[in-house]
């Protein structure tokens, strides 16, 4: 049985941004995690505020908020989104060891904001290791994924837990920062 060519640009051969146009305005939120895992030394370098860079967990989460507003810009056929909100939380973990990344999003828009969680994450993680590669050349990027949607046609969503994967302490989006 011979399977049919599957084309990531479709069957016109070219790509398009889905049109919106008729899609009714929805409050959307989005909340993406990931992980920065490095060396115990790395990270009680980095919770020490020893970083010659200076400080990390402000600059990832900095970082973290310009990215999502900038999603369109780097991500093809996504749309400009008029964001309401923007979190990034970077919490220390030494269990990981390493930085826990979390991101809420939020919109009111004809379409979800998950994109522009998922980019949050990652440029928060991205910076964390430029800042602290001096330390730890070997750094990983961990689990970057969406978590929660809700508005729009499919509600709410929140992502079920996999078979074997162990619970994750979720890092909490506002409030004082808790240090090691």
């Known amino acids: 049985m011979t399977r049919p060519r ?5 069957p016109s051969g070219r790509v398009r941004m889905v049109d919106v146009t008729e899609k009714p305005l929805s409050q959307r939120e989005a909340i993406a995690e ?10 009680r370098l980095l919770t020490s505020g020893a970083v010659t860079k200076g400080d990390v967990l402000t600059t990832a989460k900095i970082a973290g908020i310009q990215a999502a ?3 369109s810009e780097l991500i093809p056929m996504t749309h400009p989104l008029p964001l309401s909100l923007v979190e990034v939380d970077c919490t220390p973990d030494a269990e990981l060891p390493g930085i826990r990344l979390r991101s809420r999003v939020r919109c009111l828009a004809p379409t979800g904001a998950e994109m522009e969680a998922l980019t949050a994450v990652a440029a928060a993680a ?3 290791v430029d800042m602290v590669k001096s330390a730890d050349r070997w750094m990983t990027i961990e689990g970057i994924e969406l978590v929660h ?3 729009g046609k499919s509600g709410t969503l929140d992502r079920p837990q996999a078979a074997g994967r162990p619970k994750r302490p979720r890092p909490r989006t506002s409030g004082p920062r808790r240090r090691p």
């Open 34 to 43: 990931g992980a920065v895992r490095m060396t115990p030394q790395a990270l």
């Open 69 to 71: 507003k900038r999603t």
């Open 6 to 10: 599957l084309s990531h640009t479709g």
């Open 126 to 128: 991205l910076t964390i």
């Open 149 to 151: 949607k809700s508005g």
